[in-house]
Each structure stands twice: as structure tokens, then as C-alpha cells.
């Protein structure tokens, strides 16, 4: 017979990433198909384009339509509900109030000639399951997930292997919280947040999109450095300080510094609430093809000596604070565990 797999669809509004797993876990493959989402091509022409991919996958594969049991979309948030789309700014304005859910299942359904139990749910969240499993190998701890990017992606994995998803499904948008301001010693209004929030988002602090402002913040600090003078735009500075921070640009290096500092505080104050065995760092930040092992090292280094003094003893003692190990594949392949988890939990 045949063996089953479990396919999962990553699909944020320009790419479109398909895994597969077998009933054991185990991914079928670590090469993944990625293809445009064409999001311009409207609702039908999104879904047309996960079934072809699904399909150009299997025949790579060596795979059938017949041979999958169940498949996990993630698709990044706001929704409405359960695999509702609510309004975002990265996807055409139509597709507020897509019921994406009930579409890809019917489109599934059309494809293999039968129902495909479908789960749908939050990109991040399902990038988390995926690293969970391997952080967590033969133990059933749970699992911090923290991803700096453009955005902070977050998630908690319990020990079940699913994500908390909270009752509006905004669990975990811990990047939104605000960061721990007078330990950091900011007396300054706190940096503004795409969310609108005024409090001083964690987000602002840890990522890219706070980037430009915390550039022009800590250039207070360094009147010599080159970029205090230079009419560079403010955006491509802050996009060329990773490089800088890995030929030790000291503006660069204490940019990074801090914002591992913020990050530590933030693993601190989540880990007084979720109380999580492992953290795992992943993001643009831990990326292997971008950045030095010194540069993530250093990172992990800081995030891990700031958080420590705030843990409970025992906590201190087996909390471990490791960097994420699948990459642009755990988004994919976590929507096919938690189509796998769902069909155990069923029968
Ligand atoms: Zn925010």
C-alpha cells in the first residue's frame, strides 16, 4: 500500500511554500516548491494557484493526489475567524471577509476526488509546531517561539504539539506587548508601533520595523559616526546595519546589543506567564545564508545573560534559549504536522 503524507501550504501574499509529511512526522523532503501566490489574480486564481503547486509538488515527489490523508494552510493573520481573512495590508482589499477555509477545501475536494480534511490557521503558529518537534526531540516540553523579522512573529507550543491560539485566535501576539521600559532605562517616548499602539511595543524594539526610529535614537549616542552626516535615507541606514554589525560598526553592534536585551527582558516576562522548557530564536536574525555564527552567537549570548536574573531558580536552571533550526521551511511543514496531529486527535 501506498504510504500516506500530509501536505502543508504556506501562503503569505507573494509566495506560496509546499512541504509534505509521512503519518511518522517526518518530512518527505527538505527541497520546497515555492511558486508566486499571485494574490492579483483575485480569490480563485490564489487557490488555482496552491492546487497547481500541490500538484507540481507531488509529481516531483513521486506522490498522488490519492496518497494524502489530510492538509494545514497558514496564512498570516488578521482573520475574521477560523480561516476567515480579515483586512490586510499586504493583500488586496477584496480579499477581507475570504472564507479561505470553505474555498480550498471545495477546490481540494474537486482535485483529488474526494474530501481532504483541511486545517487552516496562523503562519507564525504553524512555523512554531514545526520547530517544537525538533527542539524538543524525545522530551514533551514546551516550546517559546520568538521570531524577529519585519515583524515579531510569536507563538507557544504546548506540550501536546499544538499552538495556543487564544479564543479570537490573536494568541501569542506577544510582539505587541509592551517592552519592559524602565529596566531598559528608556525615559524617552517609547517608539511607535505599525499597530498603533502607544505603549512601546516589543515589536518596535526587535525588529526591523522599529528599526529607523531606533537608528535615529541611539545615532544620539554616536555624533562621530559617519552616518550622522551622511543624507543616506533613514530606511536604507537601517537596512544596511546587520552587515555593518557583522564588520563591527559599533553604532551597528550596540544597535543589535540592545535589541538582544530587549529580546531577553521579552523571554523573561513570557516565561512568568507560559513558563516554557525551551525558547527558540529564529527570524532574519538567526539566519544562516545572512548572518555569522559570531553575530548569532553573540545575540543568543545577550538575550540569554539579560533573562536569566528574572527567571524563577528552577526555571534558570533548565530553560534552554536555542536558535531555530528549519528556516524558511517551518511555516510549511508545520501546517502538515498540525494536519497530521488533527487526524490522530480524530481517530
Ligand atoms: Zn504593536
Same mark, same amino acid.
Given at each position: ?20 509529511? #509521512? ?15 499571485? %494574490? ?9 494557484? $496552491?492546487?497547481?503547486?500541490? /500538484? ?8 498522488? $493526489? ?21 483586512? %490586510? ?8 471577509? #475570504? ?26 503558529? =504553524? ?39 487564544? /479564543?479570537?485566535?490573536?494568541? *501569542?501576539?506577544?510582539?505587541?506587548? &509592551? ?11 517609547? *517608539? %511607535? ?5 502607544? $505603549? ?5 524594539? !526587535?525588529?526591523?520595523?522599529?528599526? &529607523? ?16 552626516? %551622511? ?9 544596511? *546595519? ?32 507560559? /513558563? &516554557? ?13 545572512? !548572518? ?19 527567571? $524563577? ?27 497530521? =496531529? ?6
Amino acid at each position: 500500500m501506498e504510504r500516506r503524507i500530509y501536505i502543508g501550504a504556506d501562503s503569505g501574499a507573494t509566495t506560496t511554500k509546499i512541504a509534505a509529511i #509521512w503519518e511518522n512526522g517526518d518530512a518527505v523532503t527538505t527541497q520546497l516548491l515555492q511558486r508566486k501566490t499571485n %494574490s492579483h489574480a483575485g480569490r480563485d486564481g490564489v487557490v488555482a494557484g $496552491w492546487i497547481a503547486a500541490i /500538484d507540481e509538488f507531488l509529481t516531483a515527489n513521486g506522490l498522488d $493526489w490519492r496518497q494524502i490523508a489530510g492538509a494545514g494552510l497558514a496564512i498570516p493573520g488578521p482573520y475574521l475567524g477560523r480561516g476567515i481573512m480579515d483586512k %490586510s495590508p499586504n493583500f488586496p482589499a477584496e480579499f477581507a471577509g #475570504w472564507n479561505v477555509q470553505e474555498h480550498f477545501v471545495r477546490a481540494l475536494a474537486a482535485k483529488a476526488g474526494r474530501n481532504i480534511p483541511l486545517q487552516v490557521g496562523n503562519d507564525g503558529n =504553524y512555523g512554531g509546531v514545526a520547530e517544537a518537534r525538533v527542539a524538543r526531540g524525545n522530551c514533551n516540553a514546551s516550546v517559546l517561539m520568538l521570531m524577529p523579522g519585519s515583524g515579531l512573529g510569536c507563538a507557544y507550543i504546548g506540550a501536546n504539539g499544538l499552538p495556543l491560539e487564544g /479564543d479570537t485566535l490573536a494568541g *501569542l501576539e506577544a510582539g505587541h506587548a &509592551p517592552a519592559v521600559l524602565q529596566v531598559l532605562g528608556i525615559t524617552a517616548k517609547p *517608539l %511607535s508601533c505599525g499597530c498603533g499602539r502607544d $505603549w512601546g511595543c516589543v515589536e518596535a524594539y !526587535t525588529t526591523i520595523s522599529g528599526l &529607523p526610529q531606533l537608528l535615529a535614537e541611539k545615532l544620539k549616542d554616536f555624533p562621530d559616526h559617519e552616518f550622522a552626516t %551622511s543624507s543616506m535615507p533613514i530606511r536604507e541606514k537601517a537596512f544596511s *546595519l546587520r552587515d555593518r554589525a557583522q564588520k563591527d560598526d559599533p553604532l551597528a553592534v550596540a544597535i543589535f546589543d540592545f535589541q538582544a536585551r530587549v529580546m531577553g527582558l521579552h523571554i523573561a516576562n513570557l516565561a512568568m506567564t507560559l /513558563d &516554557p522548557g525551551i525558547v527558540v530564536i529564529g527570524g532574519g536574525l538567526m539566519d544562516h545564508s545572512t !548572518t555569522t555564527p559570531k553575530f548569532r552567537e553573540r545575540y543568543l549570548r545577550i538575550a540569554n545573560e539579560t533573562a536569566r536574573p528574572y527567571l $524563577w531558580n528552577l526555571q534558570r536552571d533548565t530553560i534552554r534559549i536555542i536558535p531555530a533550526s528549519l528556516g524558511d521551511l517551518s511555516q510549511a511543514i508545520g501546517a502538515a504536522l498540525v494536519a497530521l =496531529y488533527a487526524g490522530q486527535n480524530a481517530g
